[in-house]
């Protein structure tokens, strides 16, 4: 089993068009880190110069927001869903 | 120019905003006056006031819109807070469609109005909203007048009759430029159009989220967004982007050094604004501020927990 990573729509282009992609890791860290392997340029629409999560960008592993929890450390296992989603809903 | 003292309805209380010139944040152009209309004055907190308004009272008036029918669109927030405060005003049931993770306080604040909620998957953000919208809407033709903020010419009509005009009305011919973000694009299509009948030219930007993913809430990066049907990409004489971080560094801004607290789009509008100032260095530069900041606090923690 791998960790199952939802991508919002503006990010599909990245990944083939695909909603879901498979990334493997033990911190959400290594997650992204992993998903920049096979999906280049997706770390950069997620992370700032400084590696923080952007201001904008929500990481939740299951249904917890990552700033919650450890954010870019926060551990994942096996079976974990991690799930992309802008701040805002988008226009009004 | 000025609002009536008494009224007979929140109606009327649409429109006629104030517009304020930004002395602070602008002093590293003084040949640059800087002027933000404050649009979060009218009655529902938001520009998005002019444009409901306008959809209802002419749909009302050619009579798409019933007391027999449920006024429906796919919005996050402004335009659905605009349709409930009018459709109770003026007797019509409202229906809204939005991404299931907006606030629980934009939920609250339009379901306090009676307005009934229904809820399109979070990853497909707006889009998905416009897209479930259409489909219930499709099934049931009857039921429902579908306003279609992104598709109806009242939209931008708002801001040709009412903000284009009170720009021009407020600072006279002193305007050389206005420029706003894109969202469903109606008031950048509505002013644009009235300040080019001007006598002498007005340029006029529109601006964009530079990122495909971002952070400003109520804009659009037309490229990998549903294209609203009222946008015409050739009307503005200028496109120009701003990032998420530099409309939020703005917002920071204008509420420490203006006493603005204002919503991310005014942020970005307002760095446009700016980067307009520097190139210009002489002229008079007019922008939007489309909402308050407090319609942006973020939730608290029991609120960030989601049933996917």
Not at chain 1, 7 to 12: D, E, K, N, S
Not at chain 2, 57 to 63: E, M, T, V
Not at chain 2, 133 to 162: I, M, T
Not at chain 2, 274 to 293: M, S
Request: proline share 4%; net charge negative; with cysteine.
């Amino acid at each position: 089993m791998a960790i199952t990573v939802r991508i919002p729509t503006p990010l599909r282009t990245l990944t083939e068009g695909k909603d879901e992609v498979e990334a493997s890791g033990t911190s959400v860290r290594q997650v992204i880190d992993d998903l920049e392997k096979n999906y280049p340029g997706l770390k950069d629409r997620l992370c700032d110069d400084k590696g923080g999560v952007r201001r904008f960008v929500n990481i939740y592993q299951n249904e917890e927001d990552i700033r919650f929890l450890d954010n870019l450390e926060t551990t994942v296992k096996d079976g974990d869903a991690i799930s992309i989603v802008p701040a805002i809903a988008g226009g009004h | 120019m000025a609002r009536p003292a008494r009224m007979n309805s929140i109606v009327e209380a649409v429109g006629n905003t104030p517009l304020i010139r930004l002395r602070n944040v602008a002093r590293e152009t003084p040949g640059v006056k800087v002027y933000l209309k404050l649009e979060y004055m009218n009655p529902g907190g938001s520009v998005k006031d002019r444009p409901a308004l306008q959809m209802m009272l002419d749909a009302i008036q050619d009579g798409r819109l019933t007391k027999d029918k449920i006024l429906i669109d796919a919005t996050s927030g402004n335009t659905g807070v605009a349709y409930s405060i009018f459709g109770a005003a003026l007797g019509y049931r409202v229906a809204l469609v939005m991404p299931g993770n907006v606030s629980q306080a934009r939920k609250d604040i339009t379901q306090a109005y009676g307005t009934e909620l229904i809820f399109s998957d979070p990853m497909e953000q707006s889009d998905g909203a416009i897209r479930h919208c259409r489909e219930l809407v499709a099934d049931n033709p009857d039921k429902y007048f579908y306003s279609d903020q992104y598709r109806n010419p009242s939209n931008p009509r708002a801001h040709y009759l009412g903000t284009g005009q009170e720009i021009l009305d407020q600072v006279g011919d002193e305007i050389t430029h206005f420029v706003t973000g894109l969202g469903t694009s109606g008031t950048m299509m509505g002013v644009t159009r009235r300040l080019h009948e001007h006598s002498r030219k007005i340029e006029c930007i529109a601006a964009q989220p530079a990122e495909a993913l971002h952070g400003l809430e109520g804009l659009k990066h037309m490229a990998s967004s549903i294209v609203p049907e009222i946008y015409d990409e050739g009307l503005p004489d200028e496109h120009m982007t701003v990032a998420t971080e530099e409309g939020w560094d703005m917002a920071d801004r204008l509420a420490i050094e203006e006493g603005l607290h204002l919503g991310h789009s005014a942020g970005a509008n307002v760095a446009a604004a700016l980067k307009i100032a520097e190139r210009i260095q002489q002229g008079c530069v007019v922008t939007i501020a489309c909402d308050r900041g407090d319609r942006y606090f973020a939730p608290m923690r029991w609120e960030k927990h989601y049933d996917w």
